[in-house]
């Protein structure tokens, strides 16, 4: 029997066994309720009729007849009605009455009401009557005998109806007796009948259910039900066996996709990895070891060569370009350096240009060693490096690891990416060698063309085939040409790129110094607390707040000097420098370092040492504060030392600047890393010391932009030794072509005069001078308008060019100008070259100021107009000096 049946047949039997049970208490719900209202309507007909003549019985005057001799016609009327109405309810309340007890007081009450009416009539018709005062009285009697029979048959039929409704109760309450038994019997039959169906299904839907809780928890995998039944139970449980094992099937299948979904992203990973490793290298060495390195890593090879085809001489051969943990050990004669084609399995492969993987290698074949042991190699895959059916070169990997179908198909595509990048290599060096060729053949050209002018004559038989030649010549110029023409483009697209990134960098640097400008200004007042209202705790605060600024501008001049470096760009101001000022300039700033964490601060000279050097001071002063203050970073304890001393290397002469501590040291294999950009020896989140990586690779390429060196010498928890190598020589041997480096000259003595008379000046000269500052941004012209007007000067501004230009068209007459750069509507370029055409402006002073910090962003506001120039942010003891400069002109 199924589920359905059996339900049906359940709940079928529930259904009729409650039916008959309704049906019954139904029916008899209904008799006495149907018993019940007979027997009200009943009683309730019977005293609204007797109540019916009461009221009309009442309802006759008698008052009238006695206080009148003459009836009133219209109450003889009513009355008539009341006896017609009264006496039509006689007739049916007869025909209701059935008790016998009700039946005489019905005739008592017939007997009255007829006895109330001739005494009624007799009255009327003797109006005039002597005896009609006693007859009044006899009429009022047999009405009120009339009216209390009605009252006693209204009792008796009250009684009679509360005593109705008393056995109806008892009636209704054995009813309900047996509505309510029936009705548990009924429901204990439906809850047995249910109980046996329910616990029929639920005891193999329990089954079911802790077989799917099962489901929920991977540990026990897919469970079977074990229901064996032909009812939808078991057709469910067969059914979800299916789903179980087809989920399984399914679960491998998504499992086999998801690894190989893996295995490829991991494959394209590490291809975009080494490409971005390996791209724009155009030096084959440096590709190759990258190439070699990255690649045994990422397949963890413990051994790995890069041969190279080479086919410079009648029979091509192989030579090893780089390698990875290459060893050769003594005994092993087979480690080669050059392999012909078709020598061993490497020579085989260049000439099959297939793959090659060797396993169960013997013992006496190669070793992979380290500092704790050495452990021979479990395979050997050797790979051809092949582009468009060309062997470029042999790839040759030792591994202790399985090498998977992964590991060929990312050697595979790294082979062709490699044959490409060393096509690339190939064909770079052969344009330049194309290059060097045509410039030669050009030269010879001319050459022979003036040769040939010279000999024309003589040669005049040989005319055509000079000219065939010299077609072909020209031809093949103009072929050099195009190539000319290509590297040119090139070189202007390379130029372009290093210019987008100059111009990103004096943008950010402009609005980076645009905020920072108005945080030093406010804060230096602050600092200087000329009203003496600030508390030692906010003054601690200014403190912070203005040094926090200066390391952020500190930040922002290392990366800008880091860009100006890369670009080739930096600008060397050489000259002759006095080595004991270097020194006093060092020992005044860092003296009070040494003071403060209580290290020893000493300085060692030379005997041989000259007096004067040739070179560029500020970048020598950069450096050696650089140095200086990474050992006073990481010593804790100890001393730090500067020695100076002269030195010889390849027979030239150098000065040594080397800066010793007892600090923390740095490890061997961390010491070539920390010259890199934005490297630190440490470079964990939870490093003690902070700093942004920059200083040393810019002291780096500083020492080399002065033809110097820096090297590092350290032991870890014992201290380190950087020491600076400049040349010694008059002259800076420059290297216009590598490192496109200008040398600026000096400013001259007259302005620097002016700068001395200038600081001289006491802070009078400036109060009462008007001054116009035009700058686009409210907190900037807030800042310069608080320190201006502190010094006694009176302060107008303009938000940019336009206005600052209609300001003087109002007769303004500022004695001098404070002009922003970059500004919205007209620029400050544009508007000093406007102020300075007007004629009564043209000696009007302009001082710029501007975030961009840039090469030429000085010469630029120089051409514009401008009459002096700072940089952002502005140090208000230096704006105060130019401005008193230009005042006093």
């Known amino acids: 029997m199924n589920f359905k049946t059996t339900l049906y047949i359940g709940f079928g039997v529930v259904i009729i066994a409650m039916g008959i049970i309704a049906s019954i208490i139904i029916n008899t719900y209904q008799n006495q309720t149907q018993q019940m209202n007979e027997l009200v309507n009943d009683r309730y007909i019977k005293i609204e009729h007797a109540n019916t003549i009461r009221y009309e019985m009442s309802s006759i005057d008698l008052d009238n007849v006695s206080e009148r001799n003459e009836i009133d016609q219209q109450s003889i009327q009513l009355s008539e009605k009341a006896f017609q109405r009264a006496n039509q309810k006689l007739v049916e309340l007869e025909k209701l009455i059935e008790i016998q007890q009700a039946k005489d007081i019905f005739a008592k009450l017939a007997n009255n009401y007829d006895s109330f009416r001739s005494s009624y009539d007799e009255l009327i018709s003797n109006q005039a009557s002597e005896s009609n005062l006693n007859l009044l009285e006899r009429v009022k009697e047999d009405k009120a005998n009339l009216l209390i029979t009605i009252e006693d048959l209204i009792d008796f039929q009250e009684k009679v109806m509360q005593d109705t409704l008393k056995q109806t109760e008892e009636a209704y309450s054995n009813v309900l007796k047996n509505i309510i038994i029936s009705g548990a019997i009924g429901l204990v039959f439906a809850l047995t009948i249910a109980f046996i169906v329910v616990n029929n299904i639920t005891k193999r839907l329990r089954k079911f259910k802790s077989v799917l809780v099962t489901l929920a928890d991977d540990h026990y995998g897919y469970t079977r039900v074990d229901i064996h039944s032909n009812d939808e139970i078991g057709q469910i449980a067969n059914a979800y066996n299916e789903l179980v094992s087809t989920l399984e099937k399914q679960e491998q299948i998504e499992q086999q996709y998801r690894i190989k979904i893996e295995d490829q992203n991991w494959l394209k990973t590490s291809i975009a990895e080494l490409s971005v490793l390996i791209q724009g290298v155009s030096d084959l060495n440096l590709a190759g070891e990258r190439f070699i390195q990255k690649l045994s890593q990422t397949i963890g090879a413990s051994y790995g060569v890069l041969y190279l085809l080479h086919k410079d001489e009648e029979s091509p051969y192989l030579e090893k370009l780089s390698s990875y943990a290459y060893t050769t050990p003594k005994s092993n004669q087979l480690a080669l350096n050059r392999i012909s084609f078709g020598e061993g399995l490497v020579g085989q492969c260049a000439k099959s240009k297939e793959m090659i993987l060797l396993e169960n290698i013997s013992d006496d074949y190669i070793q992979i060693s380290s500092g704790l042991g050495h452990t021979n190699p479990t395979r050997i895959v050797i790979v051809p490096i092949v582009l468009e059916d060309e062997l470029l070169g042999v790839m040759e990997l030792a591994t202790l690891q399985p090498v998977t179908d992964l590991h060929r198909d990312f050697l595979v595509q790294a082979n062709e990416m490699?044959?490409?990048?060393?096509?690339?290599?190939?064909?770079?060096?052969?344009?330049?060698?194309?290059?060097?060729?045509?410039?030669?053949?050009?030269?010879?050209?001319?050459?022979?063309?003036?040769?040939?002018?010279?000999?024309?004559?003589?040669?005049?038989?040989?005319?055509?085939?000079?000219?065939?030649?010299?077609?072909?010549?020209?031809?093949?110029?103009?072929?050099?040409?195009?190539?000319?023409?290509?590297?040119?483009?090139?070189?202007?697209?390379?130029?372009?790129?290093?210019?987008?990134?100059?111009?990103?960098?004096?943008?950010?640097?402009?609005?980076?110094?645009?905020?920072?400008?108005?945080?030093?200004?406010?804060?230096?007042?602050?600092?200087?607390?000329?009203?003496?209202?600030?508390?030692?705790?906010?003054?601690?605060?200014?403190?912070?707040?203005?040094?926090?600024?200066?390391?952020?501008?500190?930040?922002?001049?290392?990366?800008?000097?880091?860009?100006?470096?890369?670009?080739?760009?930096?600008?060397?101001?050489?000259?002759?420098?006095?080595?004991?000022?270097?020194?006093?300039?060092?020992?005044?700033?860092?003296?009070?370092?040494?003071?403060?964490?209580?290290?020893?601060?000493?300085?060692?000279?030379?005997?041989?040492?000259?007096?004067?050097?040739?070179?560029?001071?500020?970048?020598?002063?950069?450096?050696?504060?650089?140095?200086?203050?990474?050992?006073?970073?990481?010593?804790?304890?100890?001393?730090?030392?500067?020695?100076?001393?002269?030195?010889?290397?390849?027979?030239?002469?150098?000065?040594?600047?080397?800066?010793?501590?007892?600090?923390?040291?740095?490890?061997?294999?961390?010491?070539?890393?920390?010259?890199?950009?934005?490297?630190?020896?440490d470079g964990t989140t939870s490093r003690k010391y902070g700093g942004t990586g920059l200083g040393l690779s810019i002291s780096q390429e500083l020492a080399r932009l002065i033809n110097g060196t820096i090297s590092c010498e350290s032991i870890v928890n014992q201290g380190s030794t950087f020491t600076l190598y400049i040349p010694q020589g008059e002259e800076l041997k420059q290297n216009e072509v590598e490192n496109d480096v200008t040398v600026s000259i000096p400013a001259d003595s007259k302005d620097a005069s002016d700068h001395e008379v200038a600081t001289t000046k006491e802070q009078p000269l400036l109060i009462g001078k008007k001054v116009l500052v035009v700058d686009d941004d409210m907190r900037n012209i807030f800042a310069l308008t608080s320190s201006l007007e502190a010094a006694g000067m009176e302060v107008s501004f303009a938000e940019n060019g336009r206005d600052a230009i209609n300001i003087l068209q109002e007769e303004e007459n500022p004695d001098i100008v404070l002009m922003d750069i970059m500004m919205p509507e007209m620029d400050g370029y544009e508007a000093m070259r406007v102020i300075k055409s007007m004629r009564e402006y043209e000696n009007l002073p302009i001082i710029a100021l501007t975030a961009k910090a840039m090469k030429d962003d000085r010469q630029k506001c120089i051409d514009a107009g401008a009459s002096d120039y700072i940089s952002k942010p502005v140090n208000l003891e230096q704006l105060f000096s130019i401005i008193r400069v230009w005042l006093h002109h």
Request: no cysteine; proline share 2%.
């Open 418 to 681: 490699l044959g490409v990048t060393f096509n690339r290599i190939f064909k770079h060096q052969q344009v330049e060698k194309l290059l060097e060729e045509s410039q030669i053949l050009n030269e010879e050209l001319q050459t022979q063309s003036e040769e040939l002018q010279l000999q024309q004559e003589e040669l005049r038989t040989m005319n055509d085939e000079i000219e065939a030649q010299y077609r072909s010549a020209e031809l093949k110029t103009k072929e050099l040409e195009e190539i000319k023409d290509r590297l040119e483009q090139k070189t202007k697209e390379i130029i372009a790129s290093s210019t987008y990134k100059s111009e990103f960098l004096a943008n950010m640097s402009h609005e980076l110094r645009t905020p920072l400008n108005s945080l030093l200004i406010l804060s230096q007042m602050l600092r200087e607390n000329k009203e003496q209202n600030l508390t030692d705790k906010q003054l601690e605060y200014v403190n912070t707040i203005f040094t926090s600024g200066h390391d952020l501008l500190q930040l922002i001049n290392d990366i800008l000097d880091l860009s100006k470096i890369e670009s080739g760009k930096m600008e060397i101001v050489e000259g002759e420098v006095l080595i004991t000022d270097i020194v006093n300039s060092l020992q005044r700033q860092f003296m009070p370092i040494a003071k403060i964490k209580g290290l020893e601060f000493t300085f060692e000279y030379d005997v041989n040492l000259p007096d004067i050097i040739f070179t560029d001071e500020q970048r020598l002063n950069q450096i050696l504060k650089n140095l200086l203050s990474n050992a006073f970073k990481f010593t804790e304890k100890g001393q730090v030392q500067l020695q100076i001393a002269p030195s010889t290397q390849k027979n030239e002469k150098f000065i040594a600047f080397s800066v010793t501590d007892t600090g923390t040291g740095i490890a061997k294999d961390k010491i070539s890393a920390i010259f890199e950009a934005f490297t630190q020896a």
